[in-house]
């Protein structure tokens, strides 16, 4: 990675380049980072309340009214966020194998739950980001989606430790359709936990860096290398955590106890609620600033009312002086200034200044009926990067299965690692892990100059072509899990036993496993990095908030396709593909089918990486076609 493309990360500035790390990639999957500082204007009204910067001032002469919180409030929001991650994380890494022995669900049901759970808990740091930018603020909603996600923990605890609240025991040596399942009051309890965990993750997951960078003040140089070691702490502590919940708490769970495995995360939560509240008088707390939700909106009903105006042509002569397009706020140094392009020209009517739309200081009478250019630059990004999103979506489809089929087949494979110890099934993702951290210094420390060299670019590749290099190993992942799993089922079947356990050892998923780890490595550090740069700069925790959809619609997809071929396959006396003994069904089919889809999507992928057009780019009309070049940003 490049000293100067590293400083600007640093700052604030700029996303970190392609060459990324380690700690990046943990950050990408469930912490979306947002820019706090500059603040906008505040009113007199608002300065005099104690604990809150006052935001009218610059950030430089704000900080020396009352300083930040800094390093004095990092005990206790990395305290905080490093326990409630051990608590969430620990409690469903192997949840799982968790539905599958305890509530005695089959393969297709507990992967439905989890797809759905994961669905909508992916979703909602959409709804969180807006509530805490537009309402809340970052404290009030941590503090609320905290306490949800403690209920959220004592109740899924509860269901491992009352009998009332999960069936009884499966007799040994019963096979698992033959047991007793789950009634409906078992099923909601389980439900309203999960269902509180979401809560809880939408509350934190879009608030909890930016909380941190908050109690800095980036305008100084000890606000910035304060910034800067927060975000190593916060990575590292997070990986720490990754290893922590697939190792020791997996197999606590998984060999000692589904009460005790369950309770350490709760108590883990309780903890890091107390010490969050511990240091309250300490914290820095700024103010909602606003959601970036309403200016999208404001440009849509702009455009309407003014839908039967005419666009003048960009840059000719009827169109000087036709556009809104002030000079953007002097509170705004970090933000960039977006030329007007042509496409998606009918929202460029929500720009057009018309007689009685300013005010005698030239401001808009009515928001509601005139933006400005960059706001309406700001929804075109949006719309741009739209096709490119969607065709994330199936790449992240194939990574889902880690958490689901991926666990069925070490469930019935020999996971012995001497005589006595065994691999809980839940950490077999480690390997995906140990890939990433292997594979990305390397990438980032040899690849990249090399590529750099050869490509001119800072990154080595483009975002686009490494999300592209991403999605052909999520294939060969799928392609490499379908022929693992027949020569598995195949053993299975020839030597049978009553629990189906198959004569082969589980560390025969590692191929799958690490192919998917790059593809982790590729892929997921890409998108992230595309919409970082693509997006605004104000608009990066929007860009965060869509990345973390991807993983929503990811597991939406995977659940439509999952019940589509139970329902669809098998007939005739034969099994489906996905049924509950996975020695009789043909997961491997499931696997090919998968990598099949996701070929036709890289298809797709690259037609819409081929007519994408970045940010700043501007087009002009060349020989009837409509063409394009790319120009930097102009900054102010």
């Known amino acids: ?77 990395l305290g905080n966020e490093t326990f409630e991650r051990l608590a969430t994380f620990g409690l469903l890494a192997n949840f799982m194998v968790y539905l599958m022995r305890e509530y005695h669900m089959d393969q297709v049901s507990a992967s439905n739950v989890l797809n759905m759970w994961s669905g909508f808990t992916n979703f909602a740091p959409l709804v969180g980001a807006f509530i805490s930018d537009a309402y809340a603020g970052r404290f009030r909603t941590i503090a609320v989606a905290s306490f949800a996600s403690l209920l959220g923990m004592v109740t899924i605890t509860l269901t491992a430790w009352l009998p009332q609240l999960h069936p009884p025991s499966c007799p040994p040596g019963q096979q698992q359709g033959q047991c007793k399942g789950h009634n409906g009051v078992q099923l909601a309890v389980l439900v309203t936990g999960l269902g509180l965990l979401s809560v809880g993750t939408g509350g934190i997951r879009p608030c909890s860096i930016p909380f941190g960078v908050d109690q800095f003040d980036p305008s100084t140089e000890e606000g910035q290398k304060g910034i800067n070691s927060f975000y190593n702490w916060y990575y590292t502590t997070f990986t720490v955590v990754i290893l922590i919940t697939q190792t020791l708490i997996v197999y606590i769970q998984d060999s000692v106890s589904w009460v005790i495995g369950f309770g350490i995360p709760t108590a883990l939560m309780f903890c890091s609620l107390v010490l ?42 009827e169109a000087i002086g036709v556009f809104y397009d002030p000079p953007l706020p002097k509170d705004s140094p970090f933000q960039s200034k977006l030329p007007l392009t042509d496409q998606f020209r009918f929202l460029n009517k929500a720009a057009i200044v018309l007689e009685n739309d300013l005010n005698a200081e030239g401001s808009p009478k009515d928001q509601w009926s005139l933006c400005r250019i960059q706001q309406v630059e700001e929804m075109k990004c949006l719309l741009r990067i739209g096709p490119v999103w969607a065709s994330g979506i199936v790449s992240l489809t194939a990574m889902s299965q880690q958490g689901t089929f991926t666990m069925s087949q070490a469930l019935k494979m020999d996971r012995h690692l001497g005589p006595r110890f065994q691999i809980p099934p839940g950490s077999m993702t480690v390997i995906s892990m140990i890939t990433i951290g292997i594979w990305l210094p390397i990438y980032d420390r040899l690849i990249v100059p090399a590529l750099r060299r050869v490509t001119g670019l800072e990154g080595g590749i483009t975002q686009l072509q490494r999300i592209g290099v991403g999605m052909v190993f999520s294939i060969l992942s799928m392609v490499a899990s379908g022929l693992v799993e027949r020569d598995r089922r195949a053993l299975a079947n020839a030597h049978p036993n009553p629990l189906g356990i198959t004569p082969m050892s589980a560390l025969w998923l590692s191929p799958q496993l690490i192919l998917m780890g790059f593809c982790e490595a590729f892929n997921i550090i890409g998108q992230i990095e595309f919409y970082n740069r693509q997006f605004p700069d104000q608009m990066r925790s929007v860009a965060n908030s869509l990345f973390f959809c991807s993983f929503a619609g990811a597991s939406y997809l995977s659940a439509l396709v999952v ?48 007519r994408y057009r970045y940010k700043g780019s501007v087009e002009s009309d060349r020989e009837g076609h409509l063409d394009f070049e790319l120009t930097s940003t102009i900054k102010v």
């Open 1 to 77: 990675m490049g000293e100067a493309a590293a400083d600007r990360f640093r700052n604030g500035r700029e996303p970190q380049p392609s060459g990324g790390s380690f700690r990046l990639l943990c950050s990408t999957k469930c912490f979306p980072i947002s820019p706090s500082w500059p603040r906008k204007p505040a009113s007199p009204a608002e300065e005099e309340q104690d604990g809150v910067i006052p935001s009218l001032l610059p950030p430089s002469k704000a900080a020396m009214q009352r300083k930040p919180g800094g390093w004095r409030a990092m005990p206790f929001i």
């Open 276 to 317: 969050f509240f511990v240091g309250t008088r300490i914290y820095i707390h700024v103010r909602p600033e606003g959601s970036i939700f309403i200016g999208i909106i404001k440009v849509l009903v702009a455009a309407h009312r003014k839908r039967h105006l005419k666009v003048p042509p960009r840059g000719s002569a």
């Open 563 to 610: 019940n589509i071929v139970h329902h669809v396959t098998g007939g005739h006396g034969r099994p489906d593909w996905l049924t509950a003994d996975i020695n009789a069904g043909r997961l491997d089919y499931f696997y090919y089918l998968l990598a099949g889809m996701g070929a036709l999507n890289f298809v797709y992928f690259l037609y819409s990486a081929k």
